[in-house]
């Protein structure tokens, strides 16, 4: 497979996060491998004053498997 998938990940004040297919590759395997790819990852929630926040960000992932 191959393609780009672009994924918001958003990460919660308490670390915790969740991945969503913004615009997806046309290709639903590739999709579904991307996702739970990026589940495994570790993330850290960003910080207002030393506080944590909730943020969010959109990334295009390019593909070649």
Do not use: C, Q
Not at 5 to 27: F, L, Q, W
């Amino acid at each position: 497979y191959s393609g780009v998938v672009e994924v918001r990940v958003t990460v919660e004040a308490d670390g915790t996060h969740r991945e969503e297919i913004v615009k997806g590759s046309g290709i639903g395997e590739l999709d579904s491998y991307i996702k739970k790819f990026m589940s495994g990852w570790r993330y850290e929630p960003g910080k207002v004053d030393g506080k944590p926040v909730r943020t969010s960000k959109t990334v295009k992932l390019s593909v070649n498997r």
